[in-house]
């Protein structure tokens, strides 16, 4: 998988501001309005330094950027990755303003990370970095002023360390801080599933749309994390027959379809793909091009780039990852007829249920699964009509429509609260 970020196309930053360009230019957006929503209204860079398990003292950066504050607090996950940087956390920060603005939740976007390799951590070196990152960010979060949440390399665990910190420090039981907590520590029933059910629910609104017959589609997915695992089985549950799925070291590929259940029980055990013997070994390159009717890139960004995206051969791709294609793919999908369900619109069910549990950790009371997934699939639907209607109404490309209407909802309250100063 691609971790290197040099080449302009694969600045995740200057992604976002090419899509926001398009989308400001179609929309009319008036000159004062287009610079205040391209740029982030604070950013943090915090040193975190540690005592290791063996004595050394290691000092890690940490990032928390808040993109706007317009619509509500900020939200959005916090990234642990030894390739973090801040552009990367800029232009998600951006991304969740739209994605929280599209599904119309009321919040802005932010977005964390910290230099690290997780995996090359011990639990209790991870423990050290959480707490330290959030005495550091203390001052601007909060349940009304930034609400953070897991993203690649954080869990549940991370949240609890995190909501725990806070609490502590303000002297009271604060929830609400951070989302992604466990059940048992005031989590939402149906938060862990909520991003790969979102993807399903709009990759079942593509194929009705299409006119396709879920039961008659193949799909290859890229990841096998909380996301793509999740996109896969609930894919699957709707009658698509997943033929490919990978993890960071590669994939495996049966073109009668992959036992789930074996590789579900398989990663709960390693955490890795390897050691499964039920199809033929593939690259992640060469998984994003097979012969598939849907894709779901649902690893890292940058996947689909100018270099691979004449061959893609999905009728559908639904971007469970944020970032998954570069400003220059989307121009050759478009060509090539590919129907894109964006970031901003295929994985925002994570932001949703996290603003389902942020709602509930406020009122003390708790929802069903089921009020959960109800309140969720309406959301979803209501949103990905509103995308489509947009695309259609300007002739537009769907991820074009999606920041539009994103843009838009931002623009407007900024409009109405006016500018201070
Ligand atoms: N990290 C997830 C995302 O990129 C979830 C964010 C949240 O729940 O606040 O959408």
């Given amino acids: 998988m691609n971790h290197t970020k ?81 552009d990367e956390v800029r232009a998600l920060a951006a991304w969740m303003t739209w994605k929280c603005a599209v599904v119309n939740v009321p919040f802005g976007g932010g977005k964390g990370g910290i230099i690290c390799d997780p995996q090359k951590l011990t639990k209790g070196e991870l423990e050290k ?5 959030v005495a550091r960010i203390m001052d601007i979060v909060g349940p009304d002023r930034d609400i953070p949440a897991p993203d690649m390399g954080t869990d549940g665990q991370i949240m609890a360390w995190f909501m725990d910190t806070y609490s502590v420090h303000q ?86 379809g992959l036992d789930l259940a074996t590789i579900s029980a398989h990663l709960a055990k390693t955490k890795r793909l390897e050691g499964l013997d039920c199809g033929e070994t593939i690259t992640n390159a060469q998984l994003l091009e097979l012969p598939v009717d849907i894709l779901v890139p ?12 004449q061959n893609i051969k999905a009728r559908i791709i639904a971007e469970g990852a944020n970032g998954p294609c570069t400003a220059g793919a989307d121009k050759i999908l478009d060509q090539k007829g590919i129907f894109v369900v964006p970031d901003i619109l295929a994985n925002a069910g994570g932001v949703t249920v996290s603003y389902f549990e942020w709602v ?62």
Avoid at 22 to 44: F, M, S
């Fill in 6 to 86: 040099a080449s302009a196309e694969e600045n995740p930053f200057e992604a976002m501001h090419a899509r926001f360009d398009l989308a400001a230019g179609k929309l009319g957006l008036e000159p004062g309005l287009y610079q205040i929503l391209r740029t982030p209204d604070r950013e943090i860079t915090v040193a975190i330094p540690v005592v290791m398990d063996d004595g050394s003292i290691q000092v890690f950066t940490g990032y928390r950027v808040q993109h706007s504050l317009a619509r509500g607090p900020a939200k959005g996950g916090i990234r642990y990755a030894p390739n973090v940087e801040i």
């Fill in 129 to 133: 970095i959480t707490r330290r990152y």
């Fill in 171 to 256: 002297g009271k039981f604060l929830p609400s801080v951070v989302t992604g907590k466990p059940i048992s520590l005031g989590g939402s029933l149906g938060r862990i599933e909520a991003t790969g059910r979102g993807v399903m629910i709009c990759v079942r609104e593509a194929l009705k749309h299409l006119a396709m017959k879920a039961e008659h589609c193949t799909a290859a997915v890229q990841g096998s994390g909380n996301v793509g695992l999740i996109s896969a089985l609930q894919l699957a549950s709707i009658g698509v027959k997943i033929v490919a799925i990978s993890d960071i070291a590669g994939g495996i590929y049966n073109q009668k």
């Fill in 298 to 309: 649902a690893a890292t960004e940058n996947v689909i780039t100018s270099r691979n995206a």
């Fill in 360 to 421: 509930q950790n406020r009122m003390a009371f708790f929802w069903t699964q089921k009020e959960v997934e109800d309140r969720m699939e309406h959301i979803m639907c209501e949103s990905f009509n509103a995308v489509v209607d947009m695309a259609r109404r300007f002739s537009v490309s769907n991820r074009i429509a999606a920041y539009m209407l994103g843009i838009d909802r931002v623009a407007t309250v900024t409009r109405m609260r006016g500018i201070y100063g």
